[in-house]
């Protein structure tokens, strides 16, 4: 029963996040998706996936890039749990809604790890749903002070279940 992180990133927050949410597991395998590796998830039925939220309410690039052949794999019988990054501050209408695309591609596996909206501030999300996160939002533009404490909330209430 293996468990992996895999996630994209632009400008490397996302990374950040993903290594964190590794420590704390106690050093899970992380991957930073491609199309190379893509096929790696199949390796794991147990997975966080993160992303950062581009354009507007976007995916970011990398994950554009493997979001064909990634529509392709099959989620039925493995547990996730989601990430992602944005900016409630300037995007409030797209809201790390890149976790909400995912979130519709992944659904028919076991998802994990839903977290309350208290605390951010925003109008839209794509990531929200019957008023709650889909998975773990974080937002370094605005309550990077927050960080650390959210992580390490979200990665005690998912630990018995992706570990
Ligand atoms: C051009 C641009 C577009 C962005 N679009 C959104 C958006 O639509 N929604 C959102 O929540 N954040 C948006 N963001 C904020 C990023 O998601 C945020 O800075 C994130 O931490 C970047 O993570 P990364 O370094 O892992 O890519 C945008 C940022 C930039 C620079």
């Known amino acids: 029963m293996a468990t992996g992180i895999f996630y994209t990133t632009s400008t490397g927050n ?18 930073e998706l491609n199309k190379e ?17 581009w ?13 064909d052949d990634f529509c392709q794999l099959n989620f039925n019988n493995k547990t996730i749990a989601l990430f992602g990054l944005g900016d409630q501050e300037g995007y409030p209408d797209e809201f790390c809604s890149a976790m909400g695309i995912i979130y519709e591609q992944v659904k028919a596996g076991k998802i994990i790890g839903f977290t309350s909206t208290d605390g951010y501030e925003f109008d839209s999300s ?5 008023d709650k996160f889909v998975g773990l939002v974080i937002d370094e533009d605005n309550q990077d002070h927050l960080t650390q404490q959210r992580v390490e909330n979200w990665v005690n209430e998912i630990k018995s279940d992706i570990l």
């Open 55 to 67: 354009g507007d309410g976007e995916l970011n690039d990398d994950f554009e890039d493997v979001w």
């Open 126 to 130: 794509k990531s929200n749903i019957d």
């Open 14 to 31: 996302a990374g950040e996040i993903a290594r964190e949410i590794s420590k704390q597991l106690g050093n899970i395998d992380v991957i």
């Open 37 to 53: 590796n893509l096929s790696k998830i199949n390796d794991y039925d147990k997975l966080i996936i993160g992303v950062s939220t």
